[in-house]
Structures are given as structure tokens and as C-alpha cells.
Nanobody, 124 residues
Framework: QVQLVESGGGLVQAGGSLRLSCAAS????????MGWFRQAPGKEREFVAAITWSGGITDYAVSVKGRFTISRDSANNMVYLQMNSLKPEDTAVYYCAANTDYNVISTARKNAYWGQGTQVTVSS
């Protein structure tokens, strides 16, 4: 069982940066792949980024590649999403997810563990 709590959201101007954090609880956190998703009003939840349990492999949505960076600190049960060059279209609630299988974590419906989300608003 893994419990996830996101933080770090807020209001930022276009071109600015934010770093989201996801605190995980559970003895086996280090064995989980971790992902970030986002959901804008009226839209489906979409994949943003993922990282393997070891941190050695990452994956990004095309829309954020080169601007966002996912990382993890397994010793402290933390996952981060560094977001740079933010755009108004990045505005959404951002969610952290955990899955034992990295190969499916990018598919939202296949993730059993979710945080409550943190709001990111980018003004133009």
C-alpha cells in the first residue's frame, strides 16, 4: 500500500517555474515506478512524466519534453516534478501516481495509487 500527498502548486506567470513534490508513505516505495499526471477542467486526466523505481529511466509527454524534469529521492520517499518555461496550457490539477509496473504507469486507469492533486495555474 502506498499513500501519496502532492504539494508545491500555485499561481505563476507564463515563462516561470514551479517544483511539485510528492511525498509517499509505505515501506516498499522504492519498488514502485512513479508518475505525474494532470487534469484540466473538462478534460481527461493525461500523462505527464514517469520514472522507474531505480530512477534510471524516465519518460515524458511530448507536450512537456524539454521543459519538465521528473526525479525521485527514494531514501526520503519523495518524487519531484520540476516545471520550467510554463505555459497557460499547463494549467491543471497535477496528480502523483504509483505503480509496480513502469510499462503501464502512463495509462491512468492502470494506476491504483493516487494523490489528492495540487493546482497549478499559469497566467498569460
Amino acid at each position: 500500500q502506498v499513500q501519496l500527498v502532492e504539494s508545491g502548486g500555485g499561481l505563476v506567470q507564463a515563462g516561470g517555474s514551479l517544483r511539485l513534490s510528492c511525498a509517499a508513505s509505505g515501506r516498499t516505495f522504492s519498488s514502485y515506478a512513479m508518475g505525474w499526471f494532470r487534469q484540466a477542467p473538462g478534460k481527461e486526466r493525461e500523462f505527464v512524466a514517469a520514472i522507474t523505481w531505480s530512477g534510471g529511466i524516465t519518460d515524458y509527454a511530448v507536450s512537456v519534453k524539454g521543459r519538465f524534469t521528473i526525479s525521485r529521492d527514494s531514501a526520503n520517499n519523495m518524487v519531484y516534478l520540476q516545471m520550467n518555461s510554463l505555459k497557460p496550457e499547463d494549467t491543471a490539477v497535477y496528480y502523483c501516481a504509483a505503480n509496480t509496473d513502469y510499462n503501464v504507469i502512463s495509462t491512468a486507469r492502470k494506476n491504483a495509487y493516487w494523490g489528492q492533486g495540487t493546482q497549478v495555474t499559469v497566467s498569460s
